[in-house]
């Protein structure tokens, strides 16, 4: 666990030492990369080498004044793949998948395998819900965990979720024309009960070539903590196993020979 300059801003990394593919994790919204890599980082050490980064204003890593855009985390994110210097499986969650999704449009080369959890391409794409909460128990104690990583402490906490929330309301915007054009395998998995629409879901599912879809039954946007074994389970099925996917009944995908 080290910093590194990324786009010429201080950034928190761990960078695997295992051996195997390279698998970089990245973290949703108002969280850090502490949560992936606590609960599927470490169910899938071993078999890959596994890494991480705080996005600006997010774990370890400082904020600047300015604000949240996806666009601006793609780019950090391509940085830090650039400067790990090798292609790798990208696994996103909630802003991460966003961020998956545009970095490999952008960078193809960079992204070998792509596992989107919980992603949306719009903000249409997600139910609507409440604004975010700036005080009461649910935030203190959100703020004072977040105080626990940041440099900025715990009087940033706010204008952090403040940020978050004006990019969830505006971002992403990602257009089903964009997602036609996507060449990298893909893996998109959503709870059942997710905060990203299942429609959406299914949409993106159609749009992007040859992608996969996994609904886990009886979860919510917070699959990875709720049920960490089965989509451990699942993200290494998809990056290991044949591209396209072999099989009995094929629909959707052209016949492919079971050998």
Do not use: C
């Amino acid at each position: 666990m080290t910093t590194v300059l990324l786009n010429g801003h201080p950034t928190w990394v761990s960078v695997g030492r295992s051996h195997g593919d390279d698998v970089v994790l990245l973290h949703g919204g108002l969280s850090s990369s502490a949560s992936l890599r606590r609960s599927i980082g470490r169910r899938l050490v071993g078999a890959y080498r596994v890494s991480a980064f705080d996005r600006r204003g997010h774990g370890r890593t400082a904020d600047t004044g300015e604000p949240f855009h996806y666009d601006d985390m793609a780019e950090e994110t391509i940085a830090f793949l650039e400067w790990l210097g090798r292609g790798a499986h990208v696994v996103g969650h909630s802003d991460g998948a966003i961020v998956g999704l545009l970095v490999a449009l952008r960078r193809p080369d960079l992204v070998r395998r792509l596992v989107a959890v919980g992603a949306n391409a719009n903000p249409a794409g997600l139910v609507a819900t409440e604004p975010i909460a700036l005080e009461g128990p649910d935030f203190n104690a959100w703020a004072a965990d977040y105080a626990s990583r940041s440099p900025d402490g715990i009087e940033h906490a706010r204008v952090v979720a403040e940020k978050a929330q004006r990019l969830f309301e505006s971002e992403p915007d990602i257009s089903t024309h964009d997602l036609e054009g996507l060449v990298t395998p893909t893996l998109l998995v959503s709870g059942d009960d997710d905060t990203t629409r299942l429609e959406h879901s299914i949409e993106l599912f159609r749009a992007i070539p040859e992608a996969q879809l996994a609904v886990v039954a009886g979860a919510s946007h917070a699959v990875l903590k709720e049920y960490p074994r089965e989509a451990s389970a699942l993200i290494r099925r998809f990056l290991e196993g044949p591209v396209p996917p072999r099989t009995l009944q094929p629909v959707r995908r052209r016949p492919v020979s079971q050998g």
